[in-house]
């Protein structure tokens, strides 16, 4: 098929001289589109051979737009005149394993319901994706048929992406969050946040939050355990600091995200006051780079994609 000009056969029935005429019109917008249209009412003139007309019509073309009328469905079911030649011609093509793409049912009239005395569908389009053309034309619905005559559908699908790299939990029989008596941190709420400081305080949309997928790097809110208790009062409880940290996803497990740290917390580096080389981290900290972290999309006060971290170190010069 020639992309630029793509060709177009019209069967039809001559229901009347008000019909005809809406065939005629809608033929000459085609053409005025860039589609090469062979139609009878101009194709045929006095003493050539309709049914030579219509043989080479349906098979040359590429496509055949079928009007579809109660009286069209009646002429084709009991294969009378030309609407019953042209349609023993399209079952033979369908049947010979021509894609029915190529037949392009148009409603002008009448019923999609085979069942109702009004129908407007031949036996052989049941079940097949009509347009529905009755009424007036909308401009939209005229778009429909050039982008199904031209190939140029209005979606496509997005482009496919690669399988989630899935989490084993070894000995953890549940997944669950994290709590300061078990693990030593949890999360707060990112949403609860929002709710308090809306002027203040913007998370992405629950949109947003839900298609994170692995990879993506995540901002947390974390509320850490201190480990270092007053020396001077052993009834001391430990201390809790807030953190903001990212965590890149790396998969999910029922309505729950799993994801690796990204950060040192900074509540877990001991810097000696009197030997400033002297920085390490706490033994019993809870919480490390690379750490697993469960949260759900509640807790996502930030989103960076892959490559917009990758953006960011290299402008940074890491």
């Given at each position: 098929?020639?992309?630029?000009?793509?060709?177009?056969?019209?069967?039809?029935?001559?229901?009347?001289?008000?019909?005809?005429?809406?065939?005629?019109?809608?033929a000459?917008r085609?053409?005025?589109?860039?589609?090469?249209?062979?139609?009878?009412?101009?194709?045929?003139?006095?003493?050539?051979?309709l049914?030579?007309?219509?043989?080479?019509?349906?098979?040359?073309?590429?496509?055949?737009?079928?009007?579809?009328?109660?009286?069209?469905?009646?002429?084709?079911?009991?294969?009378?005149?030309?609407?019953?030649?042209?349609?023993?011609?399209?079952?033979?093509?369908?049947?010979?394993?021509?894609?029915?793409?190529?037949?392009?049912?148009?409603?002008?009239?009448?019923?999609?319901?085979?069942?109702?005395?009004?129908s407007?569908?031949?036996?052989?389009?049941?079940?097949?994706?009509?347009?529905?053309?009755?009424?007036?034309?909308?401009?939209?619905?005229?778009?429909d048929?050039?982008?199904?005559?031209?190939?140029?559908?209005?979606?496509?699908?997005?482009?496919?992406?690669?399988?989630?790299?899935?989490?084993?939990?070894?000995?953890?029989?549940?997944?669950?969050?994290?709590?300061?008596?078990?693990?030593?941190?949890?999360?707060?709420?990112?949403?609860?946040?929002?709710?308090?400081?809306?002027?203040?305080?913007?998370i992405?949309?629950?949109?947003?939050?839900?298609?994170?997928?692995?990879?993506?790097?995540?901002?947390?809110?974390?509320?850490?355990?201190?480990?270092?208790?007053?020396?001077?009062?052993?009834?001391?409880?430990?201390?809790?600091?807030?953190?903001?940290?990212?965590?890149?996803?790396?998969?999910?497990?029922?309505?729950?995200?799993?994801?690796?740290?990204?950060?040192?917390?900074?509540?877990?580096?001991?810097?000696?006051?009197?030997?400033?080389?002297?920085?390490?981290?706490?033994?019993?900290?809870?919480?490390?780079?690379?750490?697993?972290?469960?949260?759900?999309?509640?807790?996502?006060i930030?989103?960076?994609?892959?490559?917009?971290?990758?953006?960011?170190?290299?402008?940074?010069?890491?």
């Open positions: 098929m020639a992309a630029d000009n793509p060709t177009a056969f019209i069967s039809y029935s001559w229901d009347d001289e008000s019909h005809k005429g809406w065939v005629l019109g809608l000459s085609l053409v005025e589109n860039g589609v090469t249209v062979k139609l009878d009412q101009w194709d045929v003139p006095l003493g050539d051979s049914t030579a007309f219509m043989e080479s019509s349906v098979q040359n073309c590429d496509f055949t737009l079928v009007v579809c009328t109660p009286n069209y469905a009646a002429r084709s079911l009991q294969r009378r005149g030309g609407v019953g030649y042209e349609q023993q011609i399209i079952s033979g093509q369908i049947a010979s394993g021509v894609p029915r793409s190529k037949f392009i049912p148009l409603i002008r009239s009448g019923s999609f319901n085979a069942s109702d005395t009004d407007a569908l031949p036996p052989h389009f049941l079940g097949i994706h009509a347009l529905d053309m009755r009424g007036d034309v909308s401009d939209e619905t005229f778009e048929l050039l982008r199904a005559i031209y190939k140029a559908p209005r979606l496509s699908p997005p482009a496919l992406g690669r399988k989630p790299e899935f989490t084993a939990h070894e000995n953890r029989t549940t997944v669950r969050l994290a709590t300061l008596e078990i693990d030593g941190f949890y999360l707060n709420s990112g949403v609860v946040s929002a709710e308090i400081y809306p002027d203040t305080f913007i992405p949309s629950e949109e947003e939050r839900q298609a994170v997928k692995p990879t993506d790097l995540v901002k947390l809110s974390f509320e850490l355990q201190q480990l270092i208790v007053d020396d001077e009062d052993d009834s001391a409880e430990p201390e809790v600091e807030g953190e903001r940290m990212w965590v890149e996803v790396t998969g999910h497990s029922g309505p729950y995200f799993v994801g690796r740290l990204r950060n040192q917390p900074a509540s877990y580096v001991f810097v000696n006051p009197d030997d400033e080389e002297d920085v390490h981290i706490e033994k019993d900290a809870p919480l490390t780079f690379d750490s697993e972290v469960t949260f759900l999309p509640e807790h996502i930030s989103i960076q994609t892959a490559e917009e971290a990758e953006e960011s170190r290299r402008r940074a010069g890491l």
